[in-house]
């Protein structure tokens, strides 16, 4: 053991030895801190930052080093240091800078220098994003959230465990890695979050990496159009440009350009960008865009960038900040995602950089006679010789074979057991006061937060009952320390899904009361126990069924739950219409809409993500079905059809292919199974969890069901449908949703109306979901045959609203859809809609026409929720 450990301390003593720390401030002309300053260290190519109070510290080995300090609107400092073993302290002073105005050549008495310039940064767009075909950073990140105003209650519950002061505070350290054409890899080697020593960073690097020399910048979360970059190839539809004046850097012209939408409401940044003269390249950014540039969660969001050469021609992000603020339904907050590069290695894509030269172009054919004046009306055109041949590829890779894969980001089990020693030598930014004081604070007080008496005393606040709250929202009883929770329904779900109260002609009132029992291990293993007890007034009949359900894989999101009892369930096996709305349809209109069944059933199902993006699920069902008839007529709305009877129909449904869809007890044993793949799906490992992130092609799924003549099942059919479906981002036009279904029955002996397909319709004023019909009845075209269906829907975004002052103003959005259906009874059935989301920020209203082989056939005004 003792020579095990003198080999450590042998192995170790050069390193520690090695380490040479700078540390120190850098202040304005006045002596104050300047927060956020930019150094970049020449000799390593590697960058860094310092924090709101304007301290900073450096971690190198020894020797002699030029760095170099900046700050937009001051002077960079450039200085030597020679470093040792010992800590020395460095201070710097920034000068204000002083614009030079005499810097560009007005060429037109009508227009701001800073076209001209920006034009050659745009001719040169291309080549700058791509003067790289690989390039490999190690990326500090940190992240932190701060609480300046939390409400007592939001939506009359009542806000336990949050107070102002910082609410999130996360450090991490990746290797990340890019290569041609959109290849990522990010591992997380080192994570730190406040509070919890065993939770992993939501940091991540690849996704802060954004670059102005795209035409299009997504920032996830803030918009689903993204913003117009000053150098997109469109940004002069976009911008207007002023020319602040210009300094000299390290021998280099840098020109200030102010830039500004032109229209208020433009997807468009405000603030300055500096251009490097010559090279028409981006130095540096500081940029905003506010709730006018349509964010949506934050008011605003300021992006300052920092870039400087780390190798011959080619210049890369050496720091990286988001700064933002935000507030609604009482809360006021601010917080910034830093990113600082370090040990870039690059493989540039050409020897040489392009240039601009100007030339005359070549006069149009003309009369001898006009030819001098055709000469003095021609003026020098800008043109783009195209960059020096591509390095050879041969040379050679700066990455591993295979190091690129669907996995874009991989967190290391032993990430979080990083010691403050650790943190102290590779934290490029040092810590403030009070973020050193909030990791001192929660960690010490992790203990206790996580000890059973805090856990109880919160959850006696969170468990608090009131009927106000099993109302609407229903009611949740929770064990935090032992990961439990007993949920229970609302009263009444008015935005969908199961409630306690509900009413229809069948059972009249009814009671139908359900419980969750979850029990969630450490390792994200979860089981559920579901017991519910229905019981109809009118009917008289008591149903009870449980469900129980057992992931046990938690990293493929493996499930078997079994299933089992008596109960009632509607006909249309889609959950086509909500039991609220049915509620009031039957007791404010006469409309009894559903249509149920009683069934005595057992249920096994399976599902596992097989391989990367590939899903299946499994079920097996055997059930005896009885058929169940209006046992009353009671409504608040009192009124008869012409012939004086209640206006109230059988709860036997109409269906176009059966003359009769009413049915004799029977059993059924079904089978059926479903797989969904999507190819090249991208996604995020972390310790015990796979996060998913989609790709650029579509869902392809496909299903098989069969009625079995075993064990007593008396029906037996086959069907099989295949399906696309998809999400499409279409940039600044909004984005569309799409799914295409193809299906067939064959094989028929015996079937009932319950195992037809069934489509998801709609006869309420209540929009449905909107990925299916909204003027549909819910049975009539159920089928046993093949089928077509279709759905498309487009968002806009604004795209056409924001044109408007009123709706620009009020924040509305236009949406338009169609869905299609096509049965061997419904013929070619279109609807075609027209809406306005964002309406009060949540509702949407769409007018729907409905067309039945070239006919119109229904029309309707749609509410519903429109985020």
């Known amino acids: 053991m003792r020579t095990l450990c003198l080999a450590i301390f042998i192995l170790c003593f050069p390193v520690i030895s090695l380490a040479a720390i700078v540390h120190g ?18 000799e390593t190519a590697s960058g860094t930052g310092t924090n709101e109070n304007g301290d900073f510290q450096l971690q190198l080995s020894p020797g002699t080093y030029t760095i170099e300090f900046k700050y937009v609107g001051y002077k960079a400092s450039r200085q030597t240091v020679t470093l040792t073993e010992e ?39 291309k080549y700058h994003l791509n003067e790289t075909n690989a390039w490999s950073a190690r990326v500090y990140m940190k992240t932190m959230g701060r609480m300046e105003k939390v409400p007592a209650k939001i939506l009359g519950v009542k806000l336990v465990d949050i107070d102002t002061g910082i609410v999130y505070l996360s450090e991490s350290v990746s290797e990340l890695h890019f290569k041609k054409p959109n ?26 990496n954004i670059s102005f020399y795209e035409n299009l910048l997504k920032v996830e ?29 390290n021998g280099l012209t840098i020109n200030k350009i102010k830039v ?220 935090t320390y032992r990961r ?44 559920e126990i579901e017991p519910a007890v229905r019981y109809g007034f009118s009917n008289e009949k008591l149903n009870a069924k449980l469900r129980m359900s057992y ?101 036997v449904p109409v269906n176009a292919e059966i003359a009769d869809a009413a049915f004799t007890p029977h059993q059924a044993l079904t089978a059926s199974f479903n797989v969904s793949y999507k190819p090249g799906m991208r996604y995020i490992s972390r310790p015990n969890q796979k996060i998913n992130l989609g790709s650029k092609w579509p869902w392809l799924s496909f299903g098989y069901r069969t009625g079995l003549k075993a064990l007593g099942g008396d029906v037996q059919y086959h069907t099989a449908a295949f399906r696309v479906s998809d999400y499409v981002s279409l940039g600044l036009f909004g984005s569309s949703n799409y799914s295409f279904t193809a299906g067939t029955f064959w094989g028929k002996e015996n079937m009932q109306l319950m195992d037809f397909k069934h489509f998801n319709g709609n006869r309420t004023i209540f929009a449905g979901v909107y990925t299916g019909f909204q003027l549909l009845d819910y049975y009539r075209y159920s089928t046993s045959n093949k089928y077509l269906e279709g759905h498309f829907e487009h968002h806009f975004d604004g795209f056409l609203f924001n044109k408007i002052p009123l709706f620009r103003k009020l924040k509305w959005q236009e949406v338009v859809s169609l ?27 769409d007018f729907v026409t409905s067309f039945q082989e070239g006919n119109k056939a229904r029309t309707g005004l749609m509410i519903g929720l429109g985020f």
């Open 551 to 651: 992931r046990f894989d938690p990293v493929p999101y493996s499930n078997i739950s079994l299933e089992g009892g008596r109960y009632v369930q509607d006909i249309n096996n889609v959950n086509a219409i909500s039991p609220f709305v049915n509620t009031l349809y039957t007791l404010l209109a006469q409309r009894n809409y559903m249509k149920l069944y009683q069934r005595d059933f057992a249920t096994l199902s399976y599902g596992s993500e097989l391989l990367n993006g590939l899903r299946l699920n499994m079920t097996l069902d055997y059930a005896h079905r009885m058929p169940l008839q209006n046992t009353t007529d009671f409504s608040f709305r009192k009124s008869t059809n012409e012939d004086g009877n209640s206006r109230f129909t059988s709860n």
């Open 819 to 845: 869905n299609y259906l096509n049965t061997v009874a419904s013929g070619n059935y279109l609807e075609l809609g027209l809406g306005i989301e964002h309406i009060f920020k949540v509702v949407r209203v």
């Open 260 to 479: 500004t939408p032109r229209r208020k409401n433009d997807p468009a940044f405000a603030g300055s960008i500096y251009i490097v003269d010559g090279t028409w390249r981006i130095h540096s950014t500081d940029l905003r865009l506010s709730k006018n540039s349509g964010i949506e969660f934050i008011d605003y969001l300021r992006v300052r960038q920092v870039y400087a050469p780390v190798q011959e021609h080619v210049w890369m992000p050496v720091s990286q900040r988001f700064t933002f603020e935000a507030s609604g339904l009482g809360f006021k907050g601010s917080g910034y995602a830093t990113g600082v590069y370090s040990n870039y290695r690059v493989q540039p894509a050409y020897s040489k950089p392009p240039v601009l030269a100007e030339v005359l172009p070549e006069p149009e054919a003309a009369p001898l006679a006009d030819a001098a004046p055709a000469r003095r009306q021609r003026k020098p055109k800008v043109v783009l010789v195209e960059p020096q041949e591509a390095i050879p590829q041969e040379q050679q890779p700066i990455h591993e074979e295979g190091l690129f894969s669907k996995e874009v980001l991989f967190v290391e089990l032993d990430a979080n057991k990083r010691d403050a020693d650790y943190w102290a030598t590779v934290r490029p930014v040092p810590l403030t006061q009070e973020e050193e004081q909030d990791y001192q604070v929660k960690d010490s007080l992790q203990v206790i937060k996580e000890s059973k008496p805090y856990q109880d005393s919160l959850d006696r606040v969170r468990n608090e009952f009131s009927l106000a709250k099993l109302f609407l929202r229903g009611y949740t009883y929770s064990n």
């Open 484 to 527: 439990i929770s007993y949920n229970f329904d609302p009263l009444v779900a008015v935005t969908g899904g199961p409630s306690m109260l509900q009413f229809n002609t069948v059972e009249g009132l009814v009671a139908d009361v359900r419980m969750a029992y979850t029990r969630t291990m450490e390792d994200r293993r979860r089981y």
């Open 25 to 42: 401030r850098v202040t304005d002309e006045s002596g104050q801190g300047l927060p956020y300053a930019s150094i970049y260290i020449h």
């Open 183 to 208: 290849k990522i890899n990010e591992r997380m080697i080192s994570s730190k979050v406040s509070g919890q020593k065993k939770g992993f960073s939501f940091n991540q690097a690849s996704e802060m």
């Open 87 to 125: 800590k020395q302290l460095l201070n710097v002073q920034l000068e204000p800078e002083v614009l030079s105005l005499n810097e560009v050549v007005v060429r037109a008495a009508d227009e701001d220098p800073a076209y001209p310039i920006m034009r050659n940064a745009i001719r040169l767009r």
């Open 221 to 249: 979360g803030l918009n689903e159009r993204g913003f117009v970059s000053p150098l997109a190839n469109n940004a002069m539809f976009y911008y207007q440009y002023e020319y602040l004046g210009a300094f000299e850097e």
